[in-house]
């Protein structure tokens, strides 16, 4: 085995873990870590060892080389477990696995039981699962396991402050770096990607010429463009006896072999960033570097975070370089300006200020934290990110109002995707909607499956995404097929290796042959928050039941659907409502038998305005939306006077009710006031006639019976029986002509009373007729004998 930098510390670290420290290490990439520290602490303790891994591609390449190393094989003393995958056998007493596998086990095993040490590798990258991790097992340390041993191992140097919290033993082992020189290429506007790496590449295997064994190092942001590289580079280097290999975490083992090792030829790596610290290649003396790395980011509105193209970090860029002087003076080309090198951030952000936390969240609701706010994060999370994320867990059912994890939150804390999705499955599983409901949620999880999107019209987006998808896989994703149903290829092959994780995880159930309907709830299943009501029929615009307005796309197939969950909600603009690209049909059922506890039924009594009535009603409610209502008996009615006399003393109707049924009254009030100053009548306003008029409602339901209530009654009893036996007497309602005839007096606001009969009738009268104490006088219209 050849000696490795760390080799030196070795005896260092299994003393001071045997002496009951936590350890973490610092040394550049290749110095050992990985491949060294676990086997020595093997040797050294008496249970296991787990490694944990942020990278897939790490853990199966770090368990195939220390087999190796040890002269075993896989499954046997070193084994490896990552998501959808593990080889581990009765013997392993060395597991590498991702943080996100060791952390369900965790949920299961608080106790660790059997393992002796636990090696947080690469915990530089500061991945969530690895800060949340190291929160847990020291809470672990404290209470179950006083004997579990901690090592933190870092590709950087700022590990100082994390061993100094931790209490840890430092041990630094600095590599001795030969010289990188740094040129930049910036690529030209309008270059593709994949042309200007096969250019600075072509240049440096001539400069090299075929003197020296010398690996070019590529870095590129994923294997799109990666394989873009490979078809440009090869006819580039044809006859030139110079390797061309990609590496990147979907390539079969041995592929990812014959990259690290090389072949003894002159080779080309074209990587992602899995070679930035993870893997160390031999042999790199030159690195070509595109600048750029897929992250993960969250996007609000979409399901599931998302790996961007993104510049990288300056100490990205300098970890690159860096691999380029490991075993002798190298070069590094940069395809980009010095000026944006400056330019560029520092460092990524840990993950926890990137991504969606509904599943850290929901892992240490499981974990019995009942306030994610006061669990020892080493970078706080943003303000605002834990709340969100409990929202959701509380509207999928996964924690109840205290914040406790419910048993469907257990189920799914248990499934390594996220809690929608999760709760998807475990829908679907409950169900035994089977297989096409694994694709369903891959479907859903996927983002652009389609490059065109032929008009039609559906109950659900994802059903006809399944139609197409099914299409596809008949012909077994065959690349005209593919593009004749407007599928992205590699989209759609990304979805079919998802959904036979995803259906392993469902277990063998009844499988296949879910109904659309029972397809249509698993979905629903998993957006609560993301149920939506049209605001009317036919229109785009919809209400969700987290309270905010979403838009259909056209490209949505759903049309008819007034109910349905928005599967991406993405936000277009300030003040503009979220657009939905996809959506999938909801029966209000569904929802009642889903999310029970968010289905609210209120019997009430409310105002119909059309009928000009109080009813009763009962209404469904599913957060801001109403799910349906139907009429009841009247329930209330002391509410429903109330909100008869709301209705009935709206400006507009008060002044109806003035005019039509209290003119006269007012008038003569009026009248009165004017004539008799000193009794001191009343005036009305707006605000008394309210009075007058809720009074008048009591006991009533409806406008129709309002119009038959005595409202003038109402009216005088609030004068006070003084002022009204006054009124009918110094300002009658009628006034007797000599015939014996009673003749009705009109009174008008502001003008003196008029009484009309036929000129005959007022023979005999000796002066004009008044009222109010004689202080008024009548004016006579007198009509002629055929009353005109
Ligand atoms: P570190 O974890 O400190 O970055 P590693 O333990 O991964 O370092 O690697 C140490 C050395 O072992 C490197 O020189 C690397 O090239 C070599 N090495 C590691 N894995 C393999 C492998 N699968 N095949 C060949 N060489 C390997
Ligand atoms: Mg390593």
Redesign the pocket.
């Known amino acids: 085995m050849?000696r490795?930098p760390?080799d030196e510390r070795l005896e260092e670290i299994v003393r001071t873990v045997r002496a009951g420290r936590d350890v973490v290490i610092a040394?550049?990439?290749?110095?050992?870590?990985?491949?060294?520290v676990p086997a020595a602490l093997l040797d050294a303790v008496e249970g296991g060892v787990v490694v944990l891994e942020p990278r897939r591609v790490a853990a199966r390449?770090?368990a195939?080389?220390v087999a190796?190393e040890r002269g075993g094989r896989v499954g046997d003393e070193v084994g490896y477990s990552v998501r959808f995958e593990s080889a581990v056998g009765a013997r392993s007493r060395l597991v590498f696995q991702t943080e996100g596998t060791f952390l369900r086990r965790l949920l299961d095993d608080p106790a660790v039981e059997g393992t002796s040490v636990v090696v947080f590798?690469e915990f530089h990258e500061r991945s969530l699962d690895a800060e949340l991790l190291l929160g847990m097992l020291r809470e672990v340390k404290e209470t179950l396991r006083d004997d579990l041993r901690l090592v933190l191992?870092s590709?950087t140097f700022d590990a100082a402050g994390i061993a100094a919290g931790l209490g840890a033993e430092r041990v630094e082992a600095e590599g001795r770096p030969y010289p990188v020189e740094i040129e930049y290429a910036p690529r030209r506007k309008d270059e593709r990607l994949e042309d200007a790496v096969a250019r600075a590449v072509a240049r440096e295997v001539e400069r090299a010429g075929s003197a020296a064994a010398r690996g070019v190092l590529v870095f590129l942001p994923g294997v799109g463009e990666i394989e873009r590289a490979r078809r440009t580079l090869e006819p580039l280097l044809a006859g030139r006896g110079v390797d061309v290999l990609p590496l990147h975490g979907e390539l079969p083992a041995a592929a990812q072999?014959a990259a690290?090792?090389g072949g003894g030829r002159p080779r080309v790596v074209l990587a992602t960033n899995v070679a930035e610290?993870?893997?160390?290649?031999?042999g790199v003396a030159c690195v070509v570097d595109s600048g750029e790395a897929r992250v993960l980011r969250r996007r609000p509105g979409e399901l599931v975070d998302a790996l961007r193209v993104e510049p990288i970090s300056r100490a990205s860029a300098d970890q690159r370089a860096g691999r380029a002087g490991?075993q002798g003076p190298g070069r590094c080309v940069r395809l980009f300006a010095e000026s944006a090198y400056r330019g560029l951030p520092a460092a990524l952000e840990p993950e926890v200020l990137r991504v969606d936390l509904t599943a850290a969240v929901l892992t240490l609701r499981a974990w019995g934290v009942r306030d994610p706010a006061s669990f020892p994060w080493l970078t706080p999370p943003p303000p605002g990110a834990l709340e969100s994320a409990g929202e959701l867990l509380g509207r999928l059912g996964a924690v109840d109002a205290d914040g406790a994890v419910t048993a469907v939150g257990r189920r799914l804390a248990a499934l390594p995707v996220h809690p929608r999705l999760a709760r998807m499955l475990d829908e679907a599983r409950r169900v035994g909607a089977g297989e096409d409901a694994a694709v369903v949620a891959a479907l859903a999880a996927a983002r652009r499956v389609r490059r065109r999107v032929d008009p039609t019209v559906a109950r659900s987006d994802l059903l006809v995404l399944l139609d197409l998808f099914h299409r596809a896989r008949a012909a077994r994703f065959d690349r005209g097929t593919v593009e004749r149903l407007g599928l992205d290829a590699r989209a759609v092959r990304g979805v079919d290796r998802e959904a036979r994780q995803l259906a392993r995880l469902l277990g063998r159930g009844p499988g296949g042959g879910a109904t659309d309907e029972a397809l249509l709830r698993c979905v629903a299943a998993g957006f609560p928050d993301r149920v939506a009501r049209r605001r009317e029929p036919g229109s785009a615009r919809a209400l969700t039941a987290a309270g905010f307005e979403v838009e259909l796309d056209p490209a949505s197939a759903v049309r008819d659907e007034e109910l349905f969950v928005a599967i991406d909600a993405v936000a277009v603009g300030r003040g503009r409502p979220a657009r939905v690209r996809r959506a999938s049909g909801v029966d209000p059922e569904w929802l009642e038998e889903l999310f029970p506890a968010a289905v609210a039924s209120v019997d009430e009594t409310v105002w119909n305005d059309a009928r000009g009535r109080a009813e009763g009603r009962r209404r469904r409610t599913f957060g801001a939306l109403v799910l349906d209502e139907r009429p009841l008996p009247l329930l209330d009615p002391e509410r429903a006077a109330a909100l008869l006399a709301d209705a009935a003393t709206h400006p507009r109707r008060l002044a109806g009710l003035r005019e039509q049924r209290l003119a006269g009254l007012l008038a003569r009030l009026d009248c009165l006031r004017r004539a008799r100053p000193e009794l001191e009548v009343p005036t009305f306003d707006d605000d008394d006639l309210r009075e007058v008029v809720r009074a008048a409602c009591a006991g009533l339901s409806s406008l129709d019976a309002l119009e038959r209530a005595p409202l003038e009654e109402h009216l005088r009893a609030r004068l006070g029986p003084d002022v009204g036996s006054r009124l009918d007497r110094l300002v009658p309602k009628t006034w007797t002509v000599p015939s014996g005839r009673k003749v009705p007096i009109v009174y008008r606001e502001g003008q003196p009373p008029v009484v009309a009969a036929r000129l005959q009738e007022w023979f005999g009268t000796a002066e004009s007729p008044r009222v109010a104490d004689g202080r008024v006088a009548l004016v006579l219209d007198l009509l002629a004998p055929n009353g005109r």
């Open positions: 050849a490795l760390i040394a550049p990439p290749g110095s050992g870590k990985t491949t060294r390449m770090a195939r080389r190796e590798d191992m590709a072999d690290v090792r610290t993870s893997l160390t290649l031999d490991r």
